[in-house]
T-cell receptor
Framework: NAGVTQTPKFRILKIGQSMTLQCAQDMNHNYMYWYRQDPGMGLKLIYYSVGAGITDKGEVPNGYNVSRSTTEDFPLRLELAAPSQTSVYFC???????????????FGEGSRLTVL | KQEVTQIPAALSVPEGENLVLNCSFTDSAIYNLQWFRQDPGKGLTSLLLIQSSQREQTSGRLNASLDKSSGRSTLYIAASQPGDSATYLCAPPFGNEKLTFGTGTRLTIIP
């Protein structure tokens, strides 16, 4: 049982380049999330999904896009990378509980992105 | 919007001591709250999920309490060990499907 798998673990981009961070989970969770974590700061929610075909914006969605074509996968697309997108990105998943609240969140190991 | 505050931001204690980490949040209309641990350079690991109806949840040397009416949760660590050194984050829900994270308490256990 791999849990939540993120690739790549590290990436350096030039300003204006684009890339996709991959996230896959094998726990049949319906909820999936993308967070970014900047040094000394808490996690900020970028996008989330409550099921295949359904995505919604979090606190800091500008400059990012997501899709959820399957239950397992939730890729995060960065278009026109900017230095402000230098961060560590975490993908997480959970099942849903009563009234739609998330259950225990499982996190990937993170993807460290540097934009120069 | 859910605002989360964790105090203290950093804490150093000698090995063997019991300690309490505090979390306060502004929106008390929550169903549950989660505590996580993060080791340097790693992802987050779920420690405890406490339901609002439970008020307390225990796992080994960890005990979390939740007081919705006052917007507070505490994480109690008994008989601390060097391996407990990490950053601890609390995360109440925001809306139904999302969690909001505090900035965490960086804990150092001194051998």
């Amino acid at each position: 049982n791999a849990g939540v798998t993120q690739t790549p673990k590290f990436r350096i981009l030039k300003i204006g380049q684009s890339m996709t961070l991959q996230c896959a989970q094998d726990m049949n969770h319906n909820y999936m999330y993308w967070y970014r974590q900047d040094p000394g700061m808490g996690l900020k929610l970028i996008y989330y999904s409550v099921g295949a075909g359904i995505t919604d914006k979090g606190e800091v969605p500008n400059g990012y896009n997501v899709s959820r074509s399957t239950t397992e996968d939730f890729p995060l697309r960065l278009e026109l990378a900017a230095p402000s997108q230098t961060s560590v990105y975490f993908c997480a998943s959970s099942s849903s509980r009563d009234w739609g609240y998330p259950g225990e969140l499982f996190f990937g190991e993170g993807s460290r992105l540097t934009v120069l | 919007k859910q605002e989360v505050t964790q105090i203290p931001a950093a804490l150093s204690v000698p090995e063997g001591e019991n300690l309490v980490l505090n979390c306060s949040f502004t929106d008390s209309a929550i169903y549950n709250l989660q505590w996580f641990r993060q080791d340097p350079g790693k992802g987050l690991t779920s420690l405890l999920l406490i339901q609002s109806s439970q008020r307390e949840q225990t796992s080994g040397r960890l005990n979390a309490s939740l007081d919705k009416s006052s917007g507070r949760s505490t994480l109690y660590i008994a008989a601390s060990q060097p391996g407990d050194s990490a950053t601890y984050l609390c995360a109440p829900p925001f809306g139904n499907e999302k969690l909001t994270f505090g900035t965490g308490t960086r804990l150092t256990i001194i051998p």
